[in-house]
Every structure is written in C-alpha cells, then in structure tokens.
C-alpha cells in the first residue's frame, strides 16, 4: 500500500487563515475600549460582538476542514506500519524463539553447574561443622566419652579429594577440635578424682555423724531416764507435801478468795464511778444541763404532815417543773 499525502504534506507546510494578524489588529483598534452607556453604544457593542463570534466561528469550520485531511493521512500511515510490522514480525518471531531456546539451554547449564558447585561447597561445610559439633557440647560427658570423641578426631581424614580447597581450613578445625577435646578431657579427669575423693569423704563424714547421733542418743536416753527417776521422786514429795498442808492451804484460799472478791468488787463499783464522774466531766454543757435537769425532776422532797405544808411543796415542784423546762429549752440551743 502507498500512502498518498503529498497534497496533504504540501498543505501542512502553510496554514493559512482568511482570519489575518492585519485583520485582528484592525478589530482590536475598532472595538478597544467600548462601554455600554445607552441603547446606542449597547446596539454597538452587540454588532461588535457578533462580527468577532463570525470570524471565530469561521476559524474554527476551517480548522476542521484543514485537520479532516490530516487525520486521515496518520490513519493510512498507521495502517501500513502495522502491516508492513505483521511482515517483519513473521520473519522475526520464529528466530527469536530458536535463539531464546539456546539461551534457556545456556541458563538451564549454568544454573546446574551453579547448584553442583554449591552442592559441593555446601558438603564440605557440613562436613567441617559436624566436625565441630563433636566438640560443641561437652557437658554430661565423662572422661572416656571424651576420650573417644578424642580418637575419633585424631582418626579423621583430611584429604585433598574430599575437601579440596578447604583443606588447610579443615585441618585447622580439626585440630582446634582435637584440642578442645583433650582439655576438656583433661579437666573432667580433674573432676573425677576430685569427685571420687568428694565421695569417700561424705561417706567417712556420714559414718562419724551416725556414730556422733548414736553417742547423743544414749545420753539423751540415759538424761531421760535420770530425770523420769527424779521427777518421779518430786512428785512422790510433792504428794506429801499436798496432803500435809491441803486443809490449811484450803483454808487459806477460801479467806483470800473472800477477800479478794470483796476487794474486785470494791474497785470495780469505784472505777465504775470514777468513769461515770470523768464521763459527766468530759460531757458537753449541753448534756450537762440535761442531766442537771434529769436530777431535779427526780427530787421528791421530804414527807410532810399538814396539808399547808404538802401545798407548799407542790408548788415546789411546780416551780422546779418550770425551771427543768426552761433549762431544757435554753440548753436545747447550744
């Protein structure tokens, strides 16, 4: 396919406008500055209006004419790359694919040589930890554990085959390992003995405190026995003491009994008082008057004979009853 765009190209190299600079400039000087002050400079300022809108209006019509030709060329040069790219592609996709599997085989070779050498590294790591492992743990072990953990060490092979580049570095582990081994052996046969002695120790040590225990025994047993006999002996006395003096002891105790029960009862009805008068003491003047008020209505007077008399005294009461009630009603303020 061809694309015809000559024309178009031709017409993209000038655009031209029956809109000129000239003829804007001309529309500036004749409309700059016109305000509305009357029906007339409104009529103008319309007819301004519209003649600017026609020329836009027009500018734009003939900016859509104009572009209508370009936007069908971009198509027919979209169309035609996309067709002669289809082309390429049918020639390119297939010797893409062929290479792409050379490359994947290369990637599939080199990943596999990759793994094997991490394989074979990692192996010889695992091998110089497990030998470090023997030696990473050494408690509960007695001293023939370590011994053989010692020979065990001392029999392994380090040998270029099996750990190629990192044989200097095996051989260090191995005797770094070896001399942890024999140290620790070393300290648990120190251990051991001291232990075994430790043992024969506590074992005399236990018999002596048995014997020691034994000892203590037969004299608190014996201690025992003299005291039951001396008790015994006391108690047999002090029966003999009892029966002698129980009737004057007895005698002795009911007087003092008397005397002490007359005696309690004497301080308690005087301590009963004396907190009953340290109580009213350390009553509020309130309460007081109350109980002042309390005590004069409880005064009867004296038996009288005459009736004359027995007047006079209950007019007492009277006036006692209405100084008890003025009482009561001047301390009910306080």
Not at 195 to 208: D, G, N, T
């Amino acid at each position: 396919m061809v694309v015809k765009g000559e024309n178009v190209e031709n017409e993209l190299a000038v655009i031209k406008y029956s809109v000129t600079d000239a003829v804007i400039g001309e529309l500036k000087t004749k409309y700059a500055g016109l305000k509305i002050m009357d029906s007339a400079s409104y009529e103008n300022v319309r007819v301004a209006i519209g003649e600017v809108r026609d020329l836009r209006v027009s500018v734009e019509n003939h900016r859509k004419h104009l572009k209508a030709a370009a936007l069908e060329y971009g198509r027919n040069v979209d169309a035609e790359a996309k067709r002669i790219t289809a082309l390429l592609e049918e020639i390119e996709n297939p010797l893409k694919a062929e290479k792409q599997k050379i490359d994947d085989e290369k990637a599939r070779i080199k990943a596999e040589k990759d793994q094997k050498e991490r394989d074979r590294v990692e192996a010889i790591r695992a091998r110089l930890f497990a030998m470090q492992q023997v030696v990473s743990n050494f408690l509960g072990k007695t001293s023939l554990d370590l011994q053989a953990i010692s020979e065990r060490l001392f029999d392994t092979e380090i040998t270029k085959e099996i750990y190629q580049e990192f044989t200097d570095e095996a051989e260090k582990v191995k005797m770094e390992c070896l001399d942890a081994a024999l140290k620790a052996r070393e300290m648990r046969i120190t251990w051991e003995q001291e232990e075994a002695a430790r043992k024969v120790e506590a074992e005399r040590l236990k018999i002596v405190r048995k014997q020691q225990q034994d000892e203590a025994q037969r004299l608190e047993d014996e201690k025992v026995r003299l005291q039951l006999e001396r008790k015994a002996d006391e108690d047999r006395r002090y029966r003999e003491e009892i029966a002698r003096h129980a009737s004057e002891r007895a005698e002795t105790q009911a007087r003092e009994k008397i005397e002490r029960e007359a005696k309690e009862k004497k301080e308690k009805e005087e301590a009963e008082e004396k907190a009953l008068e340290l109580k009213r003491a350390q009553a509020p003047d309130k309460e007081k008057l109350m109980k002042f008020a309390d005590d004069l209505r409880d005064l009867l007077g004296p038996p009288l004979d005459s009736e004359e008399a027995n007047i006079i005294l209950r007019d007492a009461h009277r006036a006692i009853l209405g100084i008890i009630a003025m009482i009561r009603k001047e301390a009910g303020k306080l």
